[in-house]
């Protein structure tokens, strides 16, 4: 009587089982690829709701286009900054330049990136620099050339400046050297950006090659 009763109750169950079991998996199936779909789309709407054919630059307060750096740089200096070109090693107005103070800032910009003690003589053929300005100097990996550079760019409108190389062996606080093109920066005297305290530690960096 019982047993009927329970085997019943098993039938019961058994017939209408098969519908919530089926019913969990589906759902538990479907559902974590509803959630990984969603994310990557939700990501590739907001990445193209920025500028898209920019990415690069999307990162810099200054976002001037092509077209309004052309119409304010001379070519030489469109072609470093923008194009990340190289001038001739020796040939910049700020290789062999070691002013007491100032400031050297972005030729493109005008922001600020290096006091003059932070300058020191590489001999390398370029300016060369053992710091930058607190945050002045965004570093990016460059694999051209076939090299694994680090390449340095304004942190204002991501004008390319040049290259850092670590561990040199050169006498200076920090054996980094800012390998630096001189059309990329302009020289401005004391008292232009950054404070007046340039050039009070300036004899750290200027006794080596
Ligand atoms: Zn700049």
């Not at 030729?107 to 922001?111: H, I």
């Given at each position: 009587m019982r047993s009927r009763f329970f085997r019943f109750l098993l039938t019961l169950s058994n017939l209408t089982r098969p519908t919530p079991f089926q019913a969990a998996p589906r759902l538990r199936n479907t559902a974590p690829p509803l959630k990984s779909m969603n994310i990557p789309f939700l990501s590739a709407l907001f990445g193209t709701s920025a500028p898209s054919s920019k990415n690069a630059m999307t990162?810099?307060?200054?976002?001037?286009t092509p077209d309004e750096w052309r119409a304010v740089l001379s070519p030489e200096q469109f072609r470093i900054l923008r194009e990340k070109g190289t001038e001739r090693p020796s040939s910049g107005a700020y290789d062999k330049h070691h002013p007491s103070a100032g400031t050297y800032a972005c030729?493109?910009?005008?922001?600020a990136l290096y006091e003059?003690?932070?300058?020191?003589?590489?001999?390398?053929?370029w300016p060369a620099y053992f710091d930058s300005l607190p945050g002045a100097v965004v570093r990016h990996e460059d694999r051209s050339l076939g090299m694994a550079r680090t390449e340095i760019v304004c942190a204002n409108c991501g004008g390319h400046l040049g290259h850092v190389f670590k561990g040199e062996g050169y006498d200076t606080p920090t054996d980094e050297r800012h390998c630096v093109n001189s059309v990329s920066l302009t020289f401005k005297e004391e008292g232009a950006e950054g404070g007046g305290e340039a050039g009070a530690e300036g004899k750290a960096g200027e006794s080596k090659v």
């Open positions: 990162s810099y307060p200054d976002q001037r030729a493109g910009c005008g922001a003059a003690r932070h300058k020191f003589a590489s001999g390398c053929g």
